[in-house]
């Protein structure tokens, strides 16, 4: 974020969902980027909210934790009157598509719908906000063909596929209705698959990273084609910082790094560190509705924001590797707390292999 440096000096920026994977490296970085921006942090700390993400900040004068709901209206208007936020980003919700389907879409629908909505009216009321970002996903788009050059753009229509990204669109289509209706100056990002520190280990490159610690096998869904955008989780937070200070009002910018790599890839990436060959890739049984293809075109933001990924995907995937490697308390601290990571696995095992 170098030239975005100071830019949020002497403001006021509400984070919500901060304690989570994209939200701890956000506030981190623009902790370091402005010296004196005051950063209010609303978690609900679900299973994936973790206070650990952001030990060595909690001390910060420029930085408050608060424990809450953003589907909790008490709790939201308290915040905006005790911190009058003048940049407002919301990354909390309930993100894992598989939990949307084996655990339930309820949750789901209380936070990425009725949360949204709270949020908004709370900014809408309040009167101070200047930007508010809505973090959301490519996945609202839906799917597209293994076999085609298509990338969704910022006028691509939503077709969501799962409980977690009709959620999402429902969120995404309010900001843009309280945008509309009363010219609330709300942006909505859709970005790709992150990778980073920090990540919740249910996810993709964490989890297959701790089950080669652990000396088991890889699970790979269906035949394991699945194409995503891999972007650095720093790229995307430098570009929702660029969103929230010019972002234009009503304005939607889709983000991605070009770098489109299938399942069975990563997965070959993370064996080669590990020195193991690919008889550790055990196949399991789809995921439901598994989405085949996820590509961005980033043109938008990189036209009128001037933003463009940085990192190099080599040197960012092994340090990433190397970060859960580093911090297996940090894993375990995690397990303690929340349990085993993806329990269906194990359940699915041995259906419709490919
Ligand atoms: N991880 C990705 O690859 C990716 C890609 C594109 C978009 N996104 C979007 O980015 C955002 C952040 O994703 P993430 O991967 O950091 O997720 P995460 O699950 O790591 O973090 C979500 C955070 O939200 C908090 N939260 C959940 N419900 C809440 C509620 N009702 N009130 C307050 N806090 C609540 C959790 O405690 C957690 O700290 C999400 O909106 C997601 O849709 C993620």
């Known amino acids: 974020m170098n030239d975005l440096r100071g830019a949020f000096d002497g403001h006021s920026v509400l984070v919500c969902g901060g304690a989570g ?3 701890s490296n956000f506030i981190r ?3 370091a980027d402005n010296t004196s921006v005051r950063i209010a942090n609303l978690d609900l700390l679900t ?5 650990e993400n952001l030990s060595d900040i909690q001390p910060d004068s420029r930085y408050t934790f608060i424990e809450g709901d953003i ?3 008490r709790v939201i208007e308290e915040i905006f009157d005790r911190f009058r936020p003048e940049y407002v980003v919301n990354f909390a919700a309930e993100t894992h598509v598989d939990r949307s389907i084996h655990v339930g879409a309820l949750e789901f629908i ?9 949020l908004l009216e709370a900014a809408k009321k309040a009167g101070c906000v200047q930007k508010y970002v ?4 490519d996945e609202v788009f839906g799917s597209l063909p293994l076999d085609s050059s298509d990338r969704f753009s910022e006028t691509t229509p939503f077709a969501p596929t799962s409980p977690y990204s009709a959620t999402k669109a429902g969120g995404d289509l309010l900001c843009r209705a309280y945008n509309e209706t009363w010219g609330m100056p709300v942006v909505v990002t859709h970005c790709s698959n992150n990778y980073g520190p920090y990540q919740y280990p249910e996810k993709l490159i964490p989890f297959f990273v701790l089950r080669m610690l652990e000396g088991k096998k890889l699970p790979m869904y269906g035949d394991g084609k699945h194409v995503r955008d891999w972007i650095y989780v720093l790229d995307h937070c430098d570009a929702i910082a660029r969103c929230l200070l010019s972002g234009t009002p009503g304005g939607v910018y889709n983000i991605g790094a070009d770098n489109e790599m299938n399942n069975l890839q990563i997965a070959k990436l993370i064996l080669e560190y590990f020195g193991k060959d690919e008889s550790w890739i055990e196949f399991v049984g ?3 509705g598994h989405d085949r293809r996820y590509a961005i075109d980033s043109s938008l933001i990189h036209h009128e924001l001037g933003w463009k990924p940085r990192h190099d995907f080599e040197s960012a995937f092994k340090s990433t590797i190397e970060w859960y490697v580093d911090h297996q308390e940090w894993i375990e601290h995690v397990r303690k707390k929340t349990g085993v990571f993806n329990p269906h696995i194990d359940l699915w095992r041995g259906h419709e292999k490919a």
């Open 21 to 23: 994977f994209i939200g």
């Open 71 to 73: 589907a909790d209206p």
């Open 286 to 288: 789809d995921r439901p």
């Open 47 to 51: 299973y994936s909210g973790n206070l």
């Open 110 to 118: 209380h936070t990425n719908v009725e949360g949204v909505f709270h």
């Open 29 to 31: 970085q623009l902790l």
């Open 134 to 137: 809505q973090v959301s996903t």
